[in-house]
């Protein structure tokens, strides 16, 4: 089981950079894949981007890809992202989440892939 927190929401202007943490407990954080979730108001969770355990493969949905990168550091039980020429459409609360995937094939982008969630931190990019 591992428990989950993330950190580094805030407001930033259009075209600007945040960087999330997501701290992870536990001493079994690298046998876990990651993955990076974000919900606007009044829509669904979706799918930003995902890292393999080892953290050498990762994929990013399209409306992020190129701006934001994903990356870990298992020796300190941490997942990270980092968000680059932010957009107002980049507004929403951002989750982590982590699992061992089983019967789904990479890339894990499946909300039902993840049964281990934070709480979110909100980003907000004004225009």
């Known amino acids: 089981q591992v428990q989950l927190v993330e950190s580094g929401g805030g407001l930033v202007q259009t075209g600007g950079s945040l960087r999330l943490s997501c701290a992870a407990s536990?001493?079994?954080?690298?046998?876990?894949?990651m993955v990076w979730f974000r919900q606007a108001p009044g829509k669904e969770r979706e799918f930003v981007g995902c890292?393999?355990?080892?953290?050498?493969?990762?994929y990013y949905a399209d409306s992020v890809n190129g701006r934001f990168t994903i990356s870990r550091d298992n020796a300190k039980n941490t997942l990270f992202l980092q968000m680059n020429s932010m957009k107002p459409e980049d507004t929403a609360a951002y989750y982590c989440?982590?699992?061992?995937?089983?019967?789904?094939?990479?890339?894990?982008?499946?909300?039902?892939?993840?049964?281990?969630w934070g709480q979110g931190t909100q980003v907000t990019v004004s225009s």
């Open positions: 536990g001493r079994t954080f690298s046998s876990y894949a």
């Open positions: 989440a982590a699992d061992v995937p089983s019967g789904s094939t990479w890339p894990y982008r499946r909300r039902n892939d993840y049964g281990y």
């Open positions: 890292i393999s355990r080892s953290g050498v493969i990762k």
